[in-house]
C-alpha cells in the first residue's frame, strides 16, 4: 500500500516536472525567437497598440509568457495535494531567478546613479511581489489540506473558489509586474 503511494507520487512529480522543464525550454525558445533583431514585435500590426502603450517589446513579453506559465503550473500543482509544497515554490521562485540575472546584464554598462537605483527598486517590488504570491500559495495550500477530508462537493466548491480568486489576484498582480518592469527595471 505504501510503495504504491510513492510511486503514484514519484509519477506525478515526474510528471509535472517533465512539464515544467518542456514548457521552460518552449518559452526560452519564445524568448530567444522574440529578441532576435529580425522579427520585432513593431512590424506585427495587431500588437502596434499594445507596443506603444504598455511597452510590450520582446523581453517585457518574453517575461510575461514564462511568468504566466509557472502562475498555472503552479497553482495546478497546488491543487494536488500529495504533491510536496516545497516541490511547487521550487517551479514558483525560478520564475523570479530570471529577473536578478536580467538585473545584472543591465548593471554591467556604465548608467546614470539615479537609473541604477530606479532599477535595483524595480527589482525589490518585483520580489516583494513574489513573496506575496509566496504566501498566497502558502495559504491556499493550507486551505486545500484542510478540506482534504470533506465531502466531494464540498472541495469542489472550496477548490472553484479558490482557483477563480487565485486567477483574478495573479492577473492583477501580472498588471502590477508589468508596470514595474516597464516603468523602473527595464
Known amino acids: 500500500m505504501i510503495s504504491g503511494f510513492f510511486d503514484t507520487l514519484l509519477q506525478i512529480i515526474a510528471l509535472l516536472s ?42 517585457v513579453t518574453a517575461f510575461l509568457v514564462v511568468i504566466t506559465a509557472t502562475l498555472l503550473v503552479c497553482l495546478s500543482a497546488v491543487q494536488i495535494t500529495a ?18 540575472f536580467s538585473y545584472w546584464k543591465k548593471t554591467r554598462t556604465p548608467q546614470k546613479l539615479k537609473k541604477e537605483i530606479m532599477q535595483l527598486l ?31 462537493h464540498i472541495q469542489l466548491g472550496v477548490r472553484s473558489y479558490l482557483i477563480i480568486c487565485s486567477l483574478l489576484v495573479a492577473s492583477g498582480a501580472l498588471i502590477v509586474w508589468q508596470r514595474i518592469y516597464a516603468n523602473l527595471l527595464k
Open 18 to 59: 517533465a512539464f515544467f522543464l518542456i514548457v521552460l525550454l518552449l518559452l526560452t525558445g519564445i524568448r530567444y525567437f522574440l529578441s532576435k533583431d529580425e522579427v520585432p514585435l513593431e512590424k506585427i500590426q495587431r500588437y502596434q497598440l499594445w507596443h506603444n502603450r504598455y511597452q510590450f517589446d520582446a523581453e
Open 83 to 100: 504533491i510536496p509544497f516545497q516541490f511547487t515554490l521550487l517551479m514558483f521562485w525560478s520564475s523570479w531567478l530570471f529577473h536578478p
Open 122 to 152: 524595480g527589482l525589490v517590488l518585483i520580489t516583494a511581489l513574489y513573496f506575496a504570491g509566496y504566501f498566497a500559495l502558502k495559504s491556499m495550500y493550507l486551505v486545500l489540506v484542510q478540506v482534504a477530508e470533506a465531502p466531494w
